[in-house]
C-alpha cells in the first residue's frame, strides 16, 4: 500500500475559531483502497477536520492534495466536485422521497427538462444491487425502510458522485450488530474496488475490525499515523488520552480503604439494557458506596446513568430495591426512590442563568414538596447559607445572580441543589469537567465524605485519575458493552486501561 | 402490497368523492347527470386553481395565507383598471398576473432571506392586499366590459348536451401543467425534498433558497390566476370577494390527502378536495332545507378524519420498517 502515492494528502493544516485553535499543524493522509481510521476524543478535532475537508469550513494555513494536484474546497459542492463525499451521522437525505430519488435528485437523468424515471429507477436498482449488493424496490419512500437500508442509499448517493474517497462519519451509532456487520462487508468491497474510505467511529471493536491505518488527533493536534496490526489497543487509548501508563500509577488515592461490597443493598439492576444505547447489564448499587462508570466517550456511561434514572425506558431487564415494590420507569418514580441525577449537561440541564443562587439552591427541594406547599423564605435563606459554607461557594452570596459565578461554583449550587433532597442516591455524569482544580478537588472531598456518611453515588467521570480516587468499585464500559467491574487491589490504572482497550 | 402504501390517502380521497356522488344520486332526482359534475368545475374553477397553488406551498412546507387577499385585490385592481380607466383587457390581465406574482416572490424571499414563519408573513401579505382593496374603492365596481362579459356567458359545448366555462378550461390546464411540474421537472421534485427535510436538501446541493421563492411566487400567480377567474365568474371588483378563501383552500390541500408537514402529497389529490368540497355543497343545495354553513360542519369532520387518517399511516408506517 505504501509503494502507491496517496489519493488525498493533507498538511499543516491550520483552523483557529475565536478563542479557541481547533487545528495545529495536522498531516492527514489517505491512500487508494484503504480504510483509515480517524482517532481521538471529544474535542480532539475530528469534526474540524471533515469540516475542514468536506468545505463547511475555510482553511486557516496548510494544503489539500487530491491525486497530486492542490485543490481548494470552500463549499461542499467544490468538495463533491473533486471527488470527496461523505455520509454524516444522521442521515441527511429526505425520507419522502423515493430511494432512486435521493440517489439522483439534482442529478436526474433528463430529456428536454422532463426527468426520466424509468432510467432513474433501473440506474438506482442497478448501482445499489452491483456495488452495495442491495436488492430493494426502488420506488418506495425512503422512509419505509430501516436506518441502516438509509444508510446504504447515502452511501450509494455518495458513490454516486464519482467519488474517489468517501468519509463516514460515525455511520455506525445507530445501528445493530447485524448491521454492522452489512456495512463492514460493503466497506469492504468498496475498499477493493480501490475506493479511499475515511472511518470515524469511537467504537474501538469496529476500528480493529475494519481498518488498515490509524490516525490519531488530540486536542486539535497530530499525535500519528499508525497500521493497525502496529499499535496495540492500550496503546491507542493512552495516545488518544495523552497519558504514560507509568505517570498513571503513581497517582494519590484519596481513599486507601476500600469499603467492603457486602453492605445494604440498594438498588440491583438486572438484565438492564436498550437497543441502540447499552447492551444488557448487571450492576448492584450498596449503601455508603461510591460506584463509578470508567470508559471512553461514547461507551455507555450516561447511558447507563440515564436508565438508572427512569430518564430512558429499557428494553429488556428492570431495576429492583429491596423493600420497594415496583421498579422505576420514569424520573418521577427515581426521585420517589430518593434518586437524584446531576446531569453532564451543566447549561442546558442543570442551572437557571437569571435565578439567583438561593432560587437555584432551593429549587429542587420545592419541586419534590409540590408548588404549594412553598418553603419560607426565612428558611430559604437558612439553607442557602448552610449550603454556601458546606460547600464553600465562592461568592458566600445567596442573592448574586447564578450566571456570575465560574463553572466549578455553579457545579456546587447544582450540588446542594440536589442534596438538600438528601438523596439515598446521587448519581453524577462529569461533575468536575471545566472547573479548575481546587474545585474538583473539593468537589471529590465532598463525596467521598458524603458516601461515608451514608449517600451512595454513581460517579461518572472521562478523568481515569478522579474516577480511580473517588471511587470503592469500578464498573468499566467498552463499545456500549459493560464488560468488567473492578474493587479492592485491583483498581489501578493498568488494569482498568486494559478493560478500557479490550481485545 | 397490492398497491403502494404511499398511495393511501389519494384512494380515500378518490373514493370519498366517488361515494358522496353515488349517494347524491341514489338519493336526489336529476343528481345523477353530467351536468352535475361539470358544475362542481364551473362554480370551483378559481378554487381550483387556488388549491394549486397551495400545493406547491404546503408540499415545501411552508403555507400561504395571503390567498384570498390576493383574488380581491386582482378582481379590484382588474375592475378599477378596465371599468374606471378604460384600459384594455388585454393589458390588465398580464399586469395582474405579473402583480400577483411579484406579491408571491416578495413575501417568499422575506420568508426565506430572514427566516421568519411562512405563517406571519403570509398573514401580512394577507392583510396588506386586503387593505390595498379599499384604497382603490370601497365599493363593488360592476363590470360590464364586453371581453369580460363575453368571456363570463361561453358556454363550451360537450357531448351529452352538457358545457363548463372557458374558466373551467383554465383551470383544468392549470391543473395538468402542475401535475408535469410537481413529477417530472426538477423544481418540482426540489419542491417534495424541501418538504422533506430542508437540512437534508440543503446537504443534498439542492437550491434551496431559489425553490422557496418560487414556490410562493407560483402560488401569488396562481392567486392571480384565480382572481381573473373570479372575476369572470362574479362580473366585479369588491375588498370582501373570497373572504377566508384561504382556509377553504388549505382544507381542499389537506382533504385531497397532503401532508401539512410537507413533503407528501399530490396534485391530483387536490382536485379531488376541491371537488368533494364541491359536492358536499350541492348535496346541501339539492336537500334545500339544510342551512349553507352544514358545508362548513362537514368538512370541519372530514377534515378532521383526513388527519387523524395521516397520523395513523404515520404510525402504521414506523412498525412496518422493510
Not at chain 1, 502507491?4 to 498538511?11: E, G, N
Request: proline share 3%.
Amino acid at each position: 500500500m505504501s509503494d502507491q502515492d496517496p489519493i488525498l494528502q493533507m498538511r499543516g493544516i491550520h483552523k483557529r475559531f475565536p478563542g479557541v485553535k481547533a487545528l495545529s499543524n495536522v498531516d492527514f493522509r489517505l491512500f487508494p483502497g484503504e480504510v483509515h481510521a480517524l482517532m481521538g476524543e471529544n474535542g480532539a478535532g475530528k469534526s474540524t477536520l471533515i469540516k475542514v475537508l468536506t468545505g463547511v469550513y475555510s482553511i486557516d494555513e496548510g494544503t489539500v492534495d487530491m491525486e497530486g494536484s492542490p485543490i481548494s474546497v470552500t463549499s461542499p459542492q467544490e468538495s463533491q466536485t473533486a471527488g470527496i463525499s461523505t455520509v454524516y451521522q444522521e442521515v441527511n437525505l429526505c425520507p419522502n422521497l423515493t430511494v432512486a430519488e435521493n440517489i439522483y435528485i439534482g442529478r436526474e437523468p433528463r430529456k428536454f427538462g422532463r426527468i426520466l424515471w424509468k432510467e432513474m429507477n433501473r440506474n438506482a436498482a442497478v448501482l445499489l444491487k452491483e456495488r452495495l449488493n442491495l436488492d430493494i424496490d426502488v420506488t418506495l419512500p425512503l422512509q419505509y425502510y430501516s436506518v441502516a437500508i438509509q444508510q446504504l442509499v447515502a452511501i450509494a448517493r455518495a458513490l454516486n458522485i464519482s467519488a474517489k474517497v468517501l468519509i463516514l462519519d460515525e455511520p455506525t451509532s445507530s445501528l445493530d450488530r447485524n448491521e454492522v456487520q452489512q456495512l463492514f462487508g460493503i466497506m469492504r468491497k468498496l475498499k477493493s474496488d480501490g475506493l479511499a474510505i475515511l472511518f470515524v467511529t469511537h467504537f474501538l471493536d469496529q476500528v480493529y475490525e475494519i481498518s488498515d491505518r490509524i490516525t490519531i488527533l488530540r486536542n486539535g493536534e497530530f499525535v500519528g499515523e499508525y497500521r493497525v496490526n502496529e499499535l496495540s489497543r492500550i496503546d491507542l487509548v493512552l495516545k488518544m488520552i495523552g497519558k504514560e501508563l507509568n505517570l498513571l500509577e503513581e497517582l494519590p488515592q484519596l481513599s486507601q480503604e476500600y469499603k467492603d461490597s457486602s453492605g445494604e443493598v440498594l438498588l440491583t439492576a438486572s438484565g438492564l439494557g436498550r437497543k441502540g444505547s447499552i447492551e444488557p447489564f448487571d450492576l448492584t448499587l450498596h449503601k455508603g458506596e461510591v460506584v463509578g462508570l470508567a470508559g471512553l466517550l461514547g461507551s455507555g456511561r450516561t447511558e447507563v446513568a440515564r436508565l438508572f434514572f427512569g430518564a430512558d425506558k429499557p428494553d429488556q431487564g428492570g431495576i429492583t430495591s429491596p423493600g420497594i415494590e415496583g421498579g422505576i420507569h420514569s424520573p418521577r418514580d427515581a426521585i420517589k426512590r430518593k434518586i437524584a441525577f446531576c446531569s453532564e449537561n451543566r447549561k442546558a440541564e442543570g442551572i437557571i442563568d437569571d435565578l439567583t443562587v438561593r432560587e437555584n439552591i432551593i429549587l429542587a427541594l420545592q419541586a419534590s414538596r409540590g408548588w404549594f406547599r412553598t418553603i419560607s423564605r426565612k428558611r430559604q435563606d437558612e439553607l442557602a447559607d448552610e449550603y454556601i459554607q458546606l460547600m464553600n461557594i465562592n461568592p458566600p452570596n445567596p442573592e448574586h445572580l447564578i450566571k456570575n459565578l465560574s463553572g466549578g461554583n455553579q457545579q456546587k449550587v447544582l450540588l446542594a441543589r440536589w442534596l438538600l433532597t438528601e438523596p439515598r442516591l446521587l448519581i453524577l455524569d462529569e461533575p468536575t469537567r471545566g472547573i479548575d482544580v481546587g474545585a474538583k478537588a473539593e468537589i471529590q472531598k465532598l463525596v467521598l465524605s458524603l458516601s461515608r456518611q451514608g449517600m451512595s453515588f454513581l460517579f461518572i467521570s472521562s478523568e481515569l485519575e478522579e474516577v480511580l480516587r473517588v471511587s470503592d468499585r469500578i464498573a468499566v464500559l467498552r463499545d456500549r458493552n459493560k464488560v468488567k467491574e473492578i474493587s479492592g487491589e485491583e483498581m489501578n490504572p493498568h488494569e482498568i486501561m486494559q478493560a478500557i482497550a479490550g481485545g | 402490497m397490492s398497491v403502494n402504501r404511499k398511495f393511501i390517502p389519494i384512494l380515500v380521497t378518490f373514493g370519498l368523492f366517488v361515494v358522496m356522488f353515488a349517494a347524491g344520486s341514489f338519493r336526489y332526482t336529476g343528481f345523477f347527470s353530467l351536468q352535475v359534475l361539470m358544475n362542481l368545475l364551473v362554480d370551483n374553477a378559481f378554487l381550483l386553481i387556488t388549491a394549486v397553488g397551495m400545493s406547491f406551498v404546503i408540499l415545501s412546507g411552508g403555507i400561504d395565507l395571503s390567498v384570498g387577499s390576493i383574488i380581491a385585490l386582482t378582481t379590484m385592481v382588474s375592475a378599477s383598471l378596465v371599468q374606471q380607466q378604460g384600459w384594455p383587457p388585454a393589458v390588465v390581465i398580464p399586469l395582474v398576473l405579473v402583480m400577483g406574482s411579484v406579491f408571491g416572490y416578495g413575501m417568499g424571499a422575506i420568508i426565506h432571506y430572514f427566516k421568519i414563519q411562512p405563517f406571519i408573513v403570509t398573514l401580512a401579505g394577507m392583510f396588506l392586499a386586503r387593505g390595498l382593496c379599499y384604497v382603490i374603492s370601497i365599493d363593488t365596481i360592476t363590470i360590464d366590459n364586453a371581453f369580460y362579459t363575453s368571456v363570463a356567458q361561453t358556454k363550451i359545448h360537450l357531448p351529452g348536451g352538457s358545457f363548463v366555462s372557458i374558466s373551467v378550461i383554465i383551470a383544468l390546464v392549470v391543473i395538468a401543467a402542475a401535475i408535469y411540474i410537481a413529477h417530472y421537472t426538477r423544481f418540482g421534485r426540489n419542491v417534495y425534498a424541501l418538504g422533506g427535510s430542508e437540512q437534508s436538501a440543503l446537504l443534498m446541493g439542492l437550491p434551496v433558497a431559489k425553490t422557496k421563492i418560487l414556490v410562493y411566487t407560483l402560488s401569488g400567480f396562481c392567486s392571480a390566476l384565480a382572481g381573473v377567474v373570479f372575476t369572470f365568474y362574479m362580473l366585479s371588483g369588491y375588498g370582501l370577494h373570497a373572504v377566508g378563501l384561504e382556509l377553504d383552500t388549505i382544507a381542499a390541500v389537506v382533504i385531497g390527502g397532503t401532508l401539512l408537514t410537507g413533503g407528501v402529497g399530490y396534485v391530483i389529490g387536490t382536485f379531488f378536495g376541491v371537488m368533494i368540497q364541491g359536492i358536499i355543497q350541492t348535496i346541501i343545495s339539492f336537500e334545500g332545507t339544510l342551512s349553507s354553513w352544514w358545508t362548513k360542519i362537514v368538512i370541519g369532520l372530514l377534515l378532521f378524519f383526513f388527519i387523524l387518517l395521516q397520523r395513523l399511516l404515520i404510525a402504521r408506517r414506523s412498525t412496518l420498517k422493510l
